[in-house]
């Protein structure tokens, strides 16, 4: 727990400055620069707001330590800066411009390195985004397909430095449920109004997707691996994983086993009626949008770019309702739910983009599939995988106090939730089987038999299992300031009843730290 609550007053302690506060060589005058003197000059009284807040104008920034933990990406360092562009005040607490910056890498190998750029002014009438992402991912997690229809051992994975803390018989190695991805994402996203709050979108971007093999030698570093020894750190190169035991089995096929490049384009509708983007207290919010994704040969894979052509469908809605007012006019509790659906409608996806949860406008750094703390907090990174799935998000935001230290804005909020994931478009495996060998084996029960695997150990194929929801509950605590910067920690735990909970996380809990509310 001690680690925990470094991480939150790290975060504290490296509040933002107010650019308001610096003596420059100009100041902005209804969007006019004028020269002025270096003078000391006499603060002027800050306006409030109706809740008593004092409004922020001008440009507002802070250069912070991009600190975080997540349970499936480790402990995180680096740095980030948000800017944020208020002009006069009229409008707060929205910004008129938004530049994020992010460098930042975890201790199980995940690197981050993001800019992002959101204004509804810079082009009048529109909102426009901006991102530009590159994920280098050592450790990606994979557990198959269909959710629980692969079956999870967490002995084999599960090496502690004591070996009466794991099953050493049965351990293979820590990364059996890992493979190697790099991904570089660009993409801009407009916005336009239809009617009021109905508005029409649309995107261009591309994903590049790099995968390999995990880095046994990088990974092992220093440390040797000695076949002599029933218990050691180094991993043994020779061990195959379960990405390996899924193309060695037909169910990754040859044209996607190296990832490629996916040029795309999406449009959709959108209507929201949230009083504000960050931690809204009432509105709704929903979108329903297609994205066409083409499909081109990595530099070193062999990717036909017409068998991965592919049409996709997403639809989310998120309802924030206020429950409680102070005798101030602050809204204490507020109810808020997130349902959400994406599915193919045509062609072929590669296994990795069923990993990715497509958005019309990209906000954070990671948009995973179902599972870890983007989407079903407490059971593992990228536990279902599937051609669809469907989720849901249910949790009370209690604000429970809010106060100021200098000139920042601040609250302490509690938000108990309950979350849930369910696969919709299953894979077919027989036909995966069948498809990728070019015939050679009808069904994978008859491609396991040939390479010597155990069908049961592997997988768990009753009727119900793939189609079995996740689900997951716990609590969360929100730093807030300014109504846009959020610290957010979240404690997550599978809830489903034996034994499929032990397939979503075998640990107790799931702990996440991270910047601003999951929606």
């Known amino acids: 727990m001690k680690k925990y609550l470094f991480i939150v007053l790290a975060a504290l302690i490296a509040m933002p400055l107010s650019a308001q506060e610096q003596v420059t060589d100009s100041t902005v005058i209804d969007s006019t620069t004028v020269k002025v003197k270096k003078l000391k000059r006499k603060k002027k009284p800050q306006e409030v707001d109706s809740l008593g807040r004092k409004i922020k104008t001008g440009w507002n920034f802070g250069i912070l330590p991009s600190v975080a933990y997540d349970a499936d990406y480790g402990f995180q360092g680096g740095v980030l800066t948000n800017v944020y562009y208020y002009g006069d005040g009229s409008q707060y607490p929205e910004y008129i411009h938004s530049l994020y910056f992010e460098a930042a890498y975890t201790t199980k190998h995940h690197g981050i390195f993001r800019f992002n750029y959101d204004s509804k002014y810079l082009i009048p009438g529109y909102r426009l985004t901006l991102d530009a992402t590159y994920l280098p991912d050592a450790m990606c997690d994979f557990y198959g397909f269909n959710g629980y229809d692969t079956r999870y051992h967490h002995e084999w994975c599960n090496w502690s430095k004591k070996p009466e803390k794991m099953d050493v018989d049965n351990y293979r190695s820590r990364v059996f449920y890992k493979y190697k991805r790099d991904l570089i994402r660009v993409a801009g996203d407009i916005e336009g109004t239809i009617y009021?709050?109905?508005?029409?979108?649309?995107?261009?971007?591309?994903?590049?997707?790099?995968?390999?093999?995990?880095?046994?030698?990088?990974?092992?570093?220093?440390?040797?691996?000695?076949?002599?020894?029933?218990?050691?750190?180094?991993?043994?190169?020779?061990?195959?994983?379960?990405?390996?035991?899924?193309?060695?089995?037909?169910?990754?096929?040859?044209?996607?086993?190296?990832?490629?490049?996916?040029?795309?384009?999406?449009?959709?509708?959108?209507?929201?009626?949230?009083?504000?983007?960050?931690?809204?207290?009432?509105?709704?919010?929903?979108?329903?949008?297609?994205?066409?994704?083409?499909?081109?040969?990595?530099?070193?894979?062999?990717?036909?770019?017409?068998?991965?052509?592919?049409l996709q469908f997403n639809?989310?809605?998120?309802?924030?309702?206020?429950?409680?007012?102070?005798?101030?006019?602050?809204?204490?509790?507020?109810?808020?739910?997130?349902?959400?659906?994406?599915?193919?409608?045509?062609?072929?996806?590669?296994?990795?983009?069923?990993?990715?949860?497509?958005?019309?406008?990209?906000?954070?750094?990671?948009?995973?599939?179902?599972?870890?703390?983007?989407?079903?907090?407490?059971?593992?990174?990228?536990?279902?995988?599937?051609?669809?799935?469907?989720?849901?998000?249910?949790?009370?935001?209690?604000?429970?106090?809010?106060?100021?230290?200098?000139?920042?804005?601040?609250?302490?909020?509690?938000?108990?939730?309950?979350?849930?994931?369910?696969?919709?478009?299953?894979?077919?495996?027989?036909?995966?089987?069948?498809?990728?060998?070019?015939?050679?084996?009808?069904?994978?029960?008859?491609?396991?038999?040939?390479?010597?695997?155990?069908?049961?150990?592997?997988?768990?194929?009753?009727?119900?299992?793939?189609?079995?929801?996740?689900?997951?509950?716990?609590?969360?605590?929100?730093?807030?300031?300014?109504?846009?910067?959020?610290?957010?920690?979240?404690?997550?735990?599978?809830?489903?009843?034996?034994?499929y909970n032990k397939q979503d996380n075998a640990k107790w809990a799931n702990f996440y730290v991270k910047m601003g509310y999951l929606f």
């Open 196 to 310: 009021k709050d109905l508005k029409w979108n649309a995107g261009l971007g591309v994903l590049g997707y790099l995968i390999d093999d995990c880095d046994i030698d990088m990974l092992n570093g220093k440390n040797v691996y000695d076949p002599s020894l029933d218990h050691q750190k180094a991993l043994n190169p020779n061990e195959p994983l379960l990405y390996d035991k899924y193309k060695q089995w037909g169910l990754i096929g040859q044209d996607e086993m190296k990832g490629g490049w996916h040029p795309y384009v999406r449009a959709g509708i959108t209507y929201d009626t949230r009083d504000k983007r960050q931690g809204p207290n009432k509105g709704i919010y929903t979108d329903a949008f297609f994205t066409y994704s083409a499909a081109f040969n990595a530099a070193y894979g062999n990717q036909a770019s017409a068998g991965y052509n592919h």
């Open 315 to 499: 639809f989310t809605f998120r309802h924030y309702i206020p429950c409680y007012y102070d005798k101030n006019g602050i809204n204490r509790i507020t109810f808020a739910y997130r349902i959400g659906t994406q599915n193919l409608i045509a062609g072929r996806s590669p296994f990795y983009m069923n990993n990715y949860l497509n958005t019309l406008f990209i906000q954070r750094v990671y948009y995973e599939g179902l599972g870890g703390g983007n989407s079903v907090r407490g059971m593992m990174a990228n536990r279902i995988l599937a051609n669809g799935f469907a989720y849901a998000n249910i949790e009370f935001r209690f604000r429970v106090v809010n106060f100021d230290i200098g000139r920042q804005h601040f609250y302490i909020g509690l938000n108990p939730f309950f979350d849930l994931g369910v696969i919709t478009q299953p894979y077919d495996l027989n036909e995966l089987v069948e498809r990728h060998t070019n015939g050679q084996y009808r069904d994978l029960l008859e491609s396991m038999t040939a390479s010597g695997d155990d069908y049961d150990t592997y997988f768990d194929t009753k009727d119900r299992n793939a189609w079995w929801p996740h689900m997951c509950a716990g609590l969360g605590l929100k730093i807030g300031m300014n109504e846009n910067f959020v610290l957010s920690a979240d404690w997550g735990i599978p809830v489903n009843q034996a034994p």
